[in-house]
């Protein structure tokens, strides 16, 4: 179903019951951190403690990670690769035209760790939050309800355009190959998806504007909210256990690991 | 009786150039009453829908003229979010109006826009989850309910704001006969609770007798209203030369008056029907109406042999559980059974869009695993229910052109000519130069069946060909479907519209759950209560009069095909082949 990949899981889990506006800072905190690390151990151990974290503290289990993030991880090793052979630095192995050299040893790994454990966290957030609970905790926060809503309705539309793609999809193929090669036809079929899938997500997303309309939506600049969410100080000890870890990391790549790698 | 909603001269435009949709249009709408919106295809019916909730004049530019006041207010003085306080809408797609993920929060985000207390929400949550029947389902996510259940929840979810009027349009569209049932049911429910109502709908026998008022329009202006008695008396026959589905119970009355029967009424339900035949003495105990006998005969050797088929998507849950079955060139199948009992993956297997893993399906003398898809698509061609979804390219010609490129068919000369030819075929000359999307509904069709006729296939499947359609269209559509079949080619229709198995199909198929549970001709069908219940299908109305003739020793027997038939069977004119 289009509707089951990564998508939000209530498992009663630590995560579940986390604030979702402290769960949506903790994403920023995290991705900033990465930003300042040097050193391809920072991102390791960042790396190992979300994946614990998701399994412990989110009962995720590593098939449904796997699942969700492979792509993600693959595209990090296709980076890192890209890394070793074309960063600058002294090389330490060549063959032919080939050249891997120093510098990309270190910032292949820094690369793969940024984008995994970046995208690992905010697959976190998602499966563990409730978007409508999101929505509720940025209204809280003070943000207009009109704005807080689009981040649902681009949620409710994925599995709608899932369904389109599949239908279009399965209408072309047995329409037959009208074009001489392959990738022409290729060519001329994406064109189309692009087209259908388009002009009916333009029909459909009028259809809900109108709706949301004939149902009230913007009728005061107040609404209620049946489920409410509640902050508790406790939801803080992950975002400020996550900034010591951070700020731990930095000190140990100032202190020793920088000049283990001669950075 | 109070005045809820109020059109006063109407008439609207989409713009200055364009030709009026709505003509001076004046009605009122009682408060509590059960009305009820019929009309052709392109009559003006959902725009005068867009008139009660707002949608006209303030989200659709065009020209308005005259008033629309609801509780006496005009709606070009308040804004749409003043109006859905008490006016609800129930879209044609009802799944496009969701605006959140689950359930629950669909049928409370209405009362939590109109700052209703929360307490007030819950209950009333509560309280439509139960009334609509899908209370197992209040935790779901929106985009795994059936079709039956998204109608549902839209009926909910506007019920939840507590509109005095609610404007239906076409709620049971897409729905097999269960699902439209219970959506029916639920309708008739809360015209007891004195809800006003606005239904458009072509699906008139369980509501014609209860509606308190029925609205009949035709190029945008108003041409008839009144309580449905009366005006079937008064314009039954003008109804029906518009091409507006009325109940065969209806086509007999009308039909009788055509004779020259007098009258008192038009019969709606199947006990008038027979009261009044009674009446005219048409149906004495021990009469035999004898129709023709319907033998099917198959020609030649089966196209497709499914033997014992087996599917499943994934997870352990077959779609397909063990379904056998033949199809012969030249004859019109139809598949019928509630959404889900499997109909569209056999439609997918048979196109190769699946391979069949478990039990044999032999396509046209070769084992389906061994078809690719493109190969397969010069045998067996299917038209999609929406067939936007089939377009690729920018015209009616190029896409006529395109299937015949397709077909290895590049001469310039030859491509002109079966282009002309198969644009002529299906009446679609005046188009050739349009964008296949800017078409209208019934031509969109016929571009569909167009484009999977051009590589001369030998099986044509074609999912609800009737779909949305008026009764005139259907005819039309209908005629096409019977040319294509006496060019040898075997038509296979997936429908939910048994009164069109009745009339056309000379074979008919019932699948349900995933198992095929009869194959045989559609009047034998009609007399297994039992499948007809376990596939959740219902016999038309002539069926059940049929059956009633025969408990008072009216013995009919043989193919009565329609309303047409029968009454040419009591009148003693023959039957029509």
């Known amino acids: 179903m289009a509707g089951d990949f990564l998508s939000f899981k209530e498992k009663g889990s630590v995560l579940n019951r986390i604030y979702p506006l402290v769960k949506m800072i903790w994403v920023l905190l995290i991705a900033v951190g990465l930003f300042l690390f040097k050193t391809p ?53 060549s063959w032919y035209f080939l050249t891997i050299t120093d510098y990309g040893l270190i910032q292949g790994p820094i690369f793969f760790f940024r984008l995994s454990v970046i995208v690992l966290s905010s697959f976190l957030l998602i499966w563990t939050t409730d978007t409508r609970d999101l929505m509720t905790s940025f209204i809280k926060a003070g943000m207009p309800y009109r704005y807080a809503y689009t981040i649902f309705l681009a949620m409710r539309f994925l599995p709608l355009i899932q369904k389109e793609v599949d239908a279009v999809q399965s209408a072309h193929a047995i329409r037959g190959r009208a074009s001489g090669s392959g990738l022409s036809h290729r060519f001329k079929l994406w064109q189309r998806y692009v087209f259908t899938i388009l002009i009916n997500g333009i029909r459909k997303a009028e259809i809900t504007a109108d709706a949301l309309e004939c149902r009230a939506f913007g009728y005061k600049k107040q609404r209620t909210c049946v489920k409410d969410v509640t902050f508790r100080k406790r939801d803080l000890v992950l975002p400020i256990l996550t900034l010591l870890i951070l700020a731990g990391l930095i000190y140990m790549e100032h202190i020793r690991w920088i000049d283990i790698f001669g950075l | 009786m109070a005045v809820i909603a109020e059109l006063k001269n109407v008439s609207f435009q989409f713009d200055q150039d364009s030709p009026k949709v709505l003509n001076n249009l004046s009605l009122t709408l009682e408060t509590g009453s059960f009305n009820i919106l019929v009309g052709p295809g392109g009559s003006g019916k959902s725009t005068l829908c867009h008139m009660f909730n707002g949608r006209i004049p303030h989200l659709f530019n065009g020209v308005l003229d005259g008033e629309i006041l609801i509780e006496g207010t005009s709606t070009a003085d308040v804004e749409m979010k003043d109006i859905s306080c008490s006016v609800g809408s129930v879209f044609q797609d009802p799944e496009s109006m969701f605006a959140t993920l689950s359930v629950e929060d669909e049928i409370a985000f209405g009362p939590e826009n109109l700052l209703f207390s929360r307490e007030e929400i819950l209950e009333s949550v509560e309280s439509l989850l139960t009334l609509t029947g899908i209370n197992a389902y209040r935790h779901n996510l929106v985009w795994n309910l059936s079709g039956g259940q998204i109608q549902k929840l839209g009926l909910a979810a506007v019920l939840a704001m507590k509109p005095r009027l609610i404007i239906l349009d076409e709620p049971t569209a897409n729905l097999d006969p269960l699902a439209t049932k219970q959506v029916h049911e639920l309708i008739l429910k809360l015209k007891n609770e004195g809800i006003t109502i606005l239904l458009v709908t072509r699906e008139l026998d369980d509501f014609m007798a209860s509606a308190d008022n029925i609205l009949v329009l035709e190029k945008g202006s108003l041409i008839a209203s009144g309580e449905p008695y009366s005006l079937l008396m008064k314009h039954g026959l003008q109804m029906e030369q518009l091409g507006i589905w009325l109940p065969e119970t209806v086509e007999i009355g009308l039909a ?27 149906c004495p105990e021990g009469r035999t109406l004898k129709g023709p006998e319907k033998v099917y005969s198959q020609h030649g050797s089966p196209l497709i042999q499914a033997e014992n088929v087996r599917f499943s998507y994934g997870g352990g849950i077959y779609a397909i559980k063990g379904i056998s079955l033949d199809i012969y060139p030249g004859e019109m199948l139809a598949i019928v059974g509630r959404n889900g009992a499997g109909k569209s993956t056999m439609a997918r297997l048979l196109i190769g869009l699946n391979k069949c893993k478990e039990g044999t399906l032999e396509l046209f003398g070769k084992n389906s695993r061994h078809w690719k898809v493109p190969n397969l698509s010069n045998h067996i061609s299917l038209v999609f229910q929406n067939p936007e979804h089939q377009f690729l390219t920018d015209s009616v010609a190029q896409e006529i052109e395109y299937s015949l490129q397709a077909q290895g068919v590049y001469d310039k000369d030859t491509l002109e000519k079966e282009r002309n030819r198969i644009l002529t075929m299906l009446n679609l000359e005046q188009e050739k130069d349009s964008h296949p999307f800017a078409l209208s509904a019934g031509n969109k069709r016929r571009l569909g069946v167009a484009t999977m006729l051009v590589g001369d296939p030998q099986v044509l499947i074609v999912d609800e060909p009737t779909y949305g359609q008026d009764k005139e269209m259907t005819g039309t559509l209908m005629k096409l479907m019977k040319e294509i079949q006496s060019r040898g080619i075997a038509v296979v229709m997936i429908s939910h519209d048994m009164r069109l ?75 029509a082949s």
């Open chain 2, 501 to 575: 198995v009745e009339e056309y199909a000379d074979r008919v198929v019932v699948f349900s759950e995933g198992q095929k549970h009869f194959d045989g001709i559609p009047t034998e069908l009609f007399n297994k209560a039992d499948i007809l219940e376990r596939a959740s299908l219902q016999p038309t109305l002539l069926f059940q009069l049929l059956k009633r003739l025969e408990e008072k020793k009216v013995n009919c027997t043989g193919h009565v095909p329609g309303s047409d038939a029968f009454l040419q069977l009591l009148l003693n004119k023959g039957m």
């Open chain 2, 256 to 282: 009788l008056i055509k004779a020259g029967y007098s009258l008192d009424r038009i019969p709606i339900t199947v006990d008038e029907t027979l009261a009044i035949l009674n009446k005219l003495e048409l």
């Open chain 1, 41 to 93: 151990f920072s991102g390791g151990v960042m790396f190992v403690l979300i994946l614990t974290l998701s399994m412990a503290g989110g009962k995720i289990s590593p098939k449904e990670i796997l699942r969700s993030a492979l792509i993600v991880f693959g595209l990090g090793f296709l980076l890192m690769i890209f890394h070793f052979f074309f960063d600058p630095g002294e090389v330490v192995w």
